[in-house]
């Protein structure tokens, strides 16, 4: 059986995902084994170039289409330069997918989340990030069941309310601010978002969320199983 993987999102905290990704599922799976697509429509900017993992040949390419470019060899890997939303997201994470968010707004979030919970089976692993600190969640869903709490759980942030970019103008996606980031945070949450996926292929969940903070050094890893209010 063939195991699919999604990754929404394809700036920050994606690029840097993506290289040792596709190193760790070539080692993990045989390329037969596995797709992976990688969601993502927006364009590279100049601006970007600071710490997203694109050079100036990219700008106004298709982030999804740049990034998967080095990689274009792997037919198993491909680019889908769409945004995801209400129209197309039952065609690209279906049951049995492994989601990888490296998105930086809230409504995909709640998409995603209210997608997932009418699939038996699906695995979701949420990375995001502020200036210099971010988190890294893992939901596991199997038979119908939550076997780790869904990522809004304590987290009320994660709501319809907001821009959802799919339902914007390219235009308008354009005129969006862009957040302060560091290179250094985006590549801490790359990390952990593949140290959860790793966990989770090797039977482990031993945290299903961790904060960072690079300013003061520290990493708290919480197991949101033993929080009071919890139930499968």
């Known amino acids: 059986m063939i195991q699919r993987y999604v ?17 760790y599922l070539n080692s993990f799976h045989r390329a037969d084994e596995y797709e992976l697509g990688i969601l993502d429509g927006d364009q590279v900017e100049e601006k970007n170039l600071v710490r997203q993992l694109f050079d100036s040949s990219h700008i106004l390419v298709n982030k999804a289409t740049a990034a ?34 490296a998105v930086d707004n809230f409504p995909v979030r709640f998409r995603i989340e209210q997608h997932c919970i009418t699939l038996n089976n699906v695995t979701v ?40 970019r799919a339902e914007l103008s390219c235009q ?35 945290w299903t969320e961790l904060h960072f903070d690079l300013a003061n050094g520290s990493t708290v890893a919480i197991d949101n199983r033993e929080r009071r209010g919890w139930v499968q």
């Open 172 to 206: 308008e996606v354009a005129e969006l601010p862009g957040g302060e980031q560091l290179i250094i945070a985006n590549m801490s949450s790359a990390m952990w978002m593949l140290t959860a996926l790793m966990d989770y292929h090797r039977e482990r969940i031993p």
């Open 68 to 101: 998967v470019t080095p990689f274009r060899h792997f037919q198993n890997v491909r680019a889908i330069p769409e945004y995801l939303g209400k129209d197309n997201i039952s065609r690209y994470i279906t049951d049995g997918a492994i989601v990888l968010i």
């Open 125 to 164: 692993i949420n990375g995001g990030n502020e200036e210099d600190n971010g988190s890294c969640q893992i939901w596991v869903r199997k038979d119908g069941k939550n076997i780790t709490p869904p990522i809004s759980f304590l987290h009320p942030e994660i709501s319809s309310d907001g821009v959802d």
């Open 7 to 23: 990754m929404v999102g394809a700036g920050g905290t994606g690029t840097h995902l993506l290289h040792p990704l596709i190193n």
